[in-house]
């Protein structure tokens, strides 16, 4: 049976580039004034499978509430996006009205029947029942610092290790110092988690194979660019239906980001993870923002409930003990993070995980013990703590 597809469009020319394109499917235009008039439409042609409607920057707003309207009265409907450029405002608009995918003229002419059929897979009815929605793991720290996505490649790396071969593993690294991840890993991205941002629900698992950046231990790798100077603007909506997406493509991700990407964003990243990590160390200086930070999220109702405390480059005798720390930031120990300075400092420059070159090293062990730890069912331990005086009192004063 072939597909029966109407396009809303102004100009007849992507009907036209349609038919020539998929000469498989029918194609009809229709101009339309409002959605009772295409519900009507689409009753009278008997069956449509799926609707194009031509974006614009002129006509993205009206366009965009047309085909809102429209799922709200036919929900089971495929809507796609066409245009003649990739204007990324133009096809987010698309795409955050609820179209499933966006073709453009010239540059999508090889692949129209190709991206027509996978469309029509994906909004298929019960398409998506069933599939297993993968756990989103965070590791966040109140300050920026190149830690953050290091503890965030070893712990994608053991959630790897622990879920076997054939289950697909994402790093998606936001924080600052910007392409971290990627820079650890020695990865040469061409594409990364703003381009994934961009193309919102697009994300497939033909786009993870082709464009997503790939570590030879089978680990996917999305990271900011490397060359960018500053923090690039994330609007946190939008990085959340990137990871609902990204849920059902993969077994597991684990997210680097930081304190400076906001509020709003924190809140919600937190609200979706399974488990999330609050990272810090000894010093007075991270301690005191963990503070302030995790002060900001509680006072703006955060759910804290599925965060642990995770203290990295742990040294004995230099005044704050985890336990300590644990009841002063009022989050239960998660990890104690040990290691050799020069292993740690050789792995990254390197571009090799430290279980590749320093396996021996307290880290390895303690890292694949926090995944271990992830991984398991929830249970009631929390970490008990003792106040103390002196630089303790120094710090939470």
């Known amino acids: 049976m072939r597909t029966q597809a109407l396009v809303i469009a102004d100009d007849p020319v992507y009907l036209n580039w349609l038919q020539n394109a998929a000469p498989g ?41 047309l085909v809102e309207h429209l799922l709200e009265r036919v929900p089971d409907i495929a809507v796609a996006g066409v245009g003649q450029d ?15 995918d966006f073709f453009i003229v010239q540059r999508d002419d090889a692949n129209v029947a190709a991206l027509l059929s996978r469309l029509l897979r994906r909004s298929a009815p ?26 965030g490649e070893h712990l994608a790396l053991a959630c790897a290790e622990r879920l076997g071969k054939g289950e697909r593993v994402l790093l998606l690294d936001v924080a600052i110092p910007a392409g971290a991840a990627s820079i650890f890993l020695n990865l040469n991205q061409t594409y990364g988690v703003l ?20 570590h030879a231990s089978g680990l996917y790798v999305l990271s900011l660019p490397e060359d960018f100077i500053g923090r690039p603007h994330i609007d946190g909506t939008e990085l959340m239906q990137l990871l609902s997406v990204l849920r059902g ?19 919600g990243l937190l609200g979706l993870a399974d488990r999330s990590l609050m ?38 005798r230099v ?12 989050l239960p120990v998660s990890a104690t993070l040990s290691t050799q300075a020069a292993n740690r400092t050789q792995a990254m420059n390197q571009g090799e995980p430290m279980f590749v070159c320093a396996p021996k090293d307290e880290y390895c062990a303690g890292v694949r013990q926090l995944a271990a730890t992830l991984q398991a069912p929830r249970d009631a331990t929390t970490g008990t703590s003792e106040s103390g005086g002196g630089l303790l009192s120094r710090l939470f004063k």
Do not use: W
């Open 86 to 100: 990739g204007d990324s405002a133009t096809m987010l608009a698309a795409m955050r009205a609820g179209a499933r």
């Open 249 to 267: 493509l993969f077994a597991c991700t684990v997210v680097a980001y930081d304190g400076h990407l906001g509020v709003d964003a924190l809140r």
């Open 25 to 65: 499917a029918e194609f009809s235009l229709a101009r339309v004034s409002d959605v009772d008039d295409l519900v009507d439409r689409i009753h009278a042609t008997g069956r449509v499978d799926v609707v194009f409607f031509e974006f614009s920057p002129a006509t993205a707003a009206v366009r965009a509430a």
């Open 319 to 330: 005044g704050l003990e985890p336990q300590n720390l644990s009841e002063l930031l009022d």
């Open 126 to 151: 019960g398409a998506t029942a069933g599939r297993a929605q993968g756990r989103v793991y965070g590791v966040m720290a109140a300050l920026p610092g190149e830690s953050i996505a290091f503890l």
């Open 279 to 316: 990272l810090t160390d000894q010093s007075i200086l991270r301690s005191r923002h963990s503070k302030y930070l995790l002060r900001a999220l509680r006072l703006d109702d955060c759910p804290l409930d599925r965060l642990g405390l995770v203290v990295d480059d742990y040294r004995k």
């Open 195 to 214: 381009d994934a941002i961009n193309d919102g629900n697009r994300c497939d698992a033909t786009l993870v194979d082709t464009a997503f950046s790939r």
